[in-house]
């Protein structure tokens, strides 16, 4: 299995700041991609799929850049809706994987 | 606006065999992988696997020799068997639509249903 790892498992942010958290894989997986947001009690967004492509209704404060292993997902300006938890997820292979999650909380 | 919502038992014994369904809505079920995904509490997302609606699935190695996955187009369905559970198997189970024609991503998610086992 390709093993994806997220940095940091979690980060303390304010409402305005610029947030990076980045998504490393094990090895190559071209832009086989993507982002989500989970909330408790709610059903999990899909925020940017193929690396860079943002979905349809997501903020364009949300933007996703990289190839090849080293991936990155920035939200330019933290709202309050935006604290949450963020998983990169790797769909170049047949056996999909998740990165092990940032959780976004309030400083 | 598709909807995914996911239904079954949420309690289920160890040695026994977990079943799920996910009814979709607002949508048609053709021409996409239906997808599962479970978070065990305190922990990440973990893939399943995935079914077309010709029936042909993806499953995680891992799971693979206890999972069966089914499709009910004429019902707008899929499901989820999973065999032989222990509580390591008690987690958030989600249902998802993946589309995509190289890079598969899942736009639409179910709310998600929590599946315990224990005796």
């Known amino acids: 299995d390709i093993q994806m790892t997220q940095s940091p498992s979690s980060l303390s942010a304010s409402v305005g700041d610029r947030v990076t958290i980045t998504c490393r894989a094990s090895q190559t997986i071209s832009t086989y991609l993507n982002w989500y947001q989970l909330k408790p009690g709610k059903a999990p967004e899909l925020l940017i799929y193929t690396a860079s492509n943002l979905q349809s209704g997501v903020p364009s404060r949300f933007s996703g850049s990289g190839s090849g292993t080293n991936f990155t997902l920035i939200i330019s300006s933290l709202q309050p809706e935006d604290f949450a938890t963020y998983y990169c997820h790797q769909s170049y292979t047949t056996s999909q994987t998740f990165g092990q999650g940032t959780n976004v909380e309030i400083k | 606006q598709v909807q995914l919502q996911e239904s079954g038992p949420g309690l289920v014994k160890p040695s026994e065999t977990l079943s799920l369904t996910c009814t979709v809505s607002?949508?048609?079920?053709?021409?996409?992988?239906w997808s599962w995904i479970r978070q065990p509490a305190g922990k990440g997302l973990e893939w399943i696997g995935r079914?077309?609606?010709?029936?042909?699935?993806d499953y995680n190695p891992s799971l693979k020799s206890r999972v069966t996955m089914s499709v009910e187009t004429s019902k707008s369905q899929f499901s989820l068997r999973l065999s032989s559970v222990t509580a390591a198997d008690t987690a958030v189970y989600y249902c998802?639509?993946?589309?995509?024609?190289?890079?598969?991503?899942?736009?639409?998610w179910g709310q998600g249903m929590l599946v315990t086992v224990s005796s």
């Open positions: 998802a639509r993946s589309r995509g024609a190289i890079s598969y991503y899942c736009d639409y």
């Open positions: 607002g949508g048609s079920i053709g021409i996409y992988f």
């Open positions: 079914i077309y609606t010709s029936g042909s699935t």
